[in-house]
């Protein structure tokens, strides 16, 4: 299971489990990259 991501921003974002990453990643890309918006799949892709 994936729980880490390296965004390319240089922020550092984990989860629990893969739902909690994708939302946290998602909650991030808000905030700092509103001009991003990545499917469940392309997130997951990104992490390890
Ligand atoms: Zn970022």
Request: with cysteine; proline share 4%.
């Amino acid at each position: 299971m994936k729980t880490r991501l390296n965004c390319p921003c240089g922020e550092y974002i984990r989860g629990a489990d893969e739902d909690e990453l994708v939302r946290e990643t998602r909650r991030h890309l808000a905030a700092h990259h509103p001009d991003h918006d990545y499917t469940r799949e392309e997130i997951l892709f990104i992490a390890y």
